[in-house]
């Protein structure tokens, strides 16, 4: 069976396993494996993810976009785009990556889902979207439910908190300028196109950044202690998330990665609250619960889907499940249910928090 043929649900389904498997997987080498280096786990993986793309691009047809963005990304263009988001994208792995060894999972998803609210703020900062009084309204409204969230933490540590909100101001960030690289419409680079040149330099930052920081506490022992293969399986499972996030993409769209996401971060607070009897207290759930809502009016934010719910929503869960022709293979809609405004960030990039989360 070729790929064209694969229901966009198992595409969705491995995109699912992989982003949650690479979250806890992060958590138990970090935590519960008593490895404590965030960086040198980030630069492992972004290693691999050199590695891997280049292979992609010899053997499969997913990186045929580098031979366009080759002729046209000079290296003074390189210099001032892909090394700046490079480094933006290197804060945003080491502190997202140390912010585990501070903070529950749940509570880290919960500060994650704010993503959306700094992406818009960052976008107003450098003027790519223009303010909206009403979106500006449903921003407080998910800042509100996040603010409550972290009130009701109980298990609040303050450095793991500002260490998680400055991976998200630099992933925001980094996200931004990459929607200012693509604006000229004369650079196409697609998600793991992206990866093929963010990854070699990040992966170099983050290799100066461990020897600087943490070679000199990094032990034979503490490698030990989490061995190969489960350094291979994470690392392989963080590239296969970038892989998987793209064919969901192509068979759907990005706003059906985007309202996955959210499922899927629902999915891990209640899987982290089980797993490590993570205590949620009711202001916290309440919290939390507002800044989803609010986030599903922002993700959704379309007069046609608000005028009528109920039929854009089943609508929403056919795209999502796939529709056969008459030989029982895929057949993509020519439409979307859903439609996003084509300024909207996400609709340039490859939902890239997932691309955060793994590494």
Request: glycine share 6%; charged share 15%; aromatic share 14%.
């Amino acid at each position: 069976m070729i790929l064209g043929e694969v229901h966009p649900a198992v595409f969705i389904a491995a995109w699912f396993f992989f982003s949650t498997a690479l979250i806890f997987t992060n958590r138990h080498i970090l935590v519960e494996l008593n490895f404590p280096y965030p960086i040198f786990l980030t630069t492992w993986h972004l290693t691999l993810a050199t590695i891997f793309t280049r292979v992609l691009r010899h053997t499969t047809s997913l990186l045929d976009g580098v031979t366009e963005v080759e002729k046209k990304l000079t290296w003074k263009r390189w210099s001032t785009s892909v090394l700046p988001i490079g480094l933006l994208f290197s804060g945003s792995l080491a502190c997202g990556n140390y912010a585990y060894v501070y903070l529950s999972v749940a509570f880290i998803q919960m500060l994650k889902s704010a993503t959306p609210v700094v992406v818009l703020l960052v976008s107003w900062f450098f003027q790519t979207e223009k303010p909206d009084n009403a979106i500006f309204l449903n921003v407080l409204f998910i800042t509100f439910g996040i603010v409550l969230a972290s009130f009701g933490e109980i298990t609040f540590v303050a450095s793991g908190f500002f260490l998680q909100v400055a991976a998200l101001f630099f992933e925001s960030t980094r996200l931004v300028l990459i929607q200012k690289l693509l604006s000229g419409r004369d650079l196409k680079m697609e998600a793991l196109v992206g990866l093929y040149y963010f990854a070699p330099v990040c992966a170099g930052i983050n290799f100066f950044n461990t020897l600087l920081l943490e070679s000199g506490k990094l032990s034979y022992d503490a490698l030990g202690r989490v061995g190969f293969s489960v350094f291979l399986f994470n690392g392989f499972t963080s590239f296969l998330l970038n892989v998987s996030a793209v064919f969901v993409i192509k068979k759907t769209s990005t706003l059906v990665l985007a309202l996955c996401g959210l499922l899927k971060d629902i999915a891990i607070v209640v899987i982290a609250t089980i797993i490590y009897g993570t205590p949620i207290g009711n202001l916290q759930g309440f919290g939390y619960t507002l800044s989803l809502i609010g986030l599903i009016k922002y993700k959704t934010r379309t007069e046609d889907f608000w005028n009528h719910p109920f039929k854009s929503s089943l609508q929403f869960v056919k795209r999502v499940v796939g529709q056969a022709d008459g030989r029982g293979a895929y057949k993509a809609p020519t439409s979307h249910p859903l439609k996003v405004e084509t300024i909207d960030l996400q609709s340039h990039v490859v939902d890239m928090d997932e691309a955060r989360r793994s590494a």
